[in-house]
């Protein structure tokens, strides 16, 4: 019902940045009554929460291994979220993963709960060298 397509993904080195994007399409609802969700997975590694913006884009919340460093922001007239990835570092380096949930209006938050989310993207790769 809900299609997710991530890019921006490249190889860069250590302190640099990139930009990651969602593009969602093929849903019923509107993209604005969507809260999404960054997760990665790096090698050999559990898939991991990185980052959330609820609906309306009023709450967000991050891991606290990218807290200060990564942004997350949407543009509902493009259907679209962001990532933005500053001082990257080689821990950084995974699959990156685009996330959707719909949302009650009554349940505008941001989740970094994996289960919650139910239409996932294919991922994009982000590889930093030291």
């Known amino acids: 019902q809900v299609q997710l397509v991530e890019s921006g993904g490249g190889s860069v080195q250590a302190g640099d940045s990139l930009t990651l994007s969602c593009t969602a399409s093929?849903?019923?609802?509107?993209?604005?009554?969507?809260?999404m969700g960054w997760f990665r997975q790096a090698p050999r590694k559990e898939r991991d929460f990185v980052a959330a913006?609820?609906?309306?884009?009023?709450?967000?919340t991050y891991d606290d291994s990218v807290k200060g460093r990564f942004t997350i922001s949407r543009d509902d007239g493009k259907n679209m979220v962001y990532l933005q990835m500053n001082s990257l570092k080689p821990e950084d380096t995974a699959v990156y993963y685009c996330?959707?949930?719909?949302?009650?209006?009554?349940?505008?938050?941001?989740?970094?709960?994996?289960?919650?989310?139910?239409?996932w993207g294919q991922g994009t790769q982000v590889t930093v060298s030291s």
């Open positions: 913006i609820s609906y309306s884009g009023g709450s967000t």
């Open positions: 996330a959707a949930v719909f949302r009650e209006y009554t349940h505008d938050f941001a989740s970094g709960l994996d289960f919650q989310y139910e239409y």
């Open positions: 093929g849903r019923a609802a509107p993209f604005s009554r969507y809260g």
